[in-house]
C-alpha cells in the first residue's frame, strides 16, 4: 500500500524560507514521478512542481525561481524547497506520486504552509 508522509510546514513570515519533505513507503519510489501540489482556501487545488524519475523537473510558471523540488531515492523521499514565501503561497501542500505507465497516483494528507506577518 502505498503511503506518502507530508511533513515541514508551519507558519512563517513574508521573505523566509521553508523546505517540505515527503517521505513515500509501499512503492518502487525510484520509478514514479513525484509532485506537489497545493490548494489554497476557496481555491482549486494546482500543480506546483513535479519532478520524473530521470530527475527532469517543471514548475508552475508563477513559481519559477522561487520554488525548487528534488528527490533522494535513497530515501524515497522528495523535497519541495520554498524561498522568499509570499501570503499568497499560505496553502495547503500534498505530496503526489505518479506513475505515468499506470496512469495511477497516490496522495499523502498534505501539510499546512501560512505565510503570514
Known amino acids: 500500500q502505498v503511503q506518502l508522509a507530508e511533513s515541514g510546514g508551519g507558519l512563517v513570515q513574508p521573505g523566509e524560507s521553508l523546505r517540505l519533505s515527503c517521505a513515500a513507503s509501499g512503492i518502487i519510489f525510484s520509478i514514479y514521478a513525484m509532485r506537489w501540489y497545493r490548494q489554497a482556501p476557496g481555491k482549486q487545488r494546482e500543480l506546483v512542481a513535479v519532478?520524473?524519475?530521470?530527475?527532469?523537473?517543471n514548475y508552475a510558471d508563477s513559481l519559477k525561481g522561487r520554488f525548487t523540488i528534488s528527490r533522494d531515492n535513497a530515501k524515497n523521499t522528495v523535497y519541495l524547497q520554498m524561498n522568499s514565501l509570499k501570503p499568497e503561497d499560505t496553502a495547503v501542500y500534498y505530496c503526489?506520486?505518479?506513475?505515468?505507465?499506470?496512469?495511477?497516483?497516490?496522495w499523502g494528507q498534505g501539510t499546512q504552509v501560512t505565510v503570514s506577518s
Open positions: 503526489n506520486a505518479y506513475l505515468p505507465i499506470t496512469n495511477s497516483d497516490s
Open positions: 519532478i520524473t524519475s530521470a530527475g527532469t523537473t
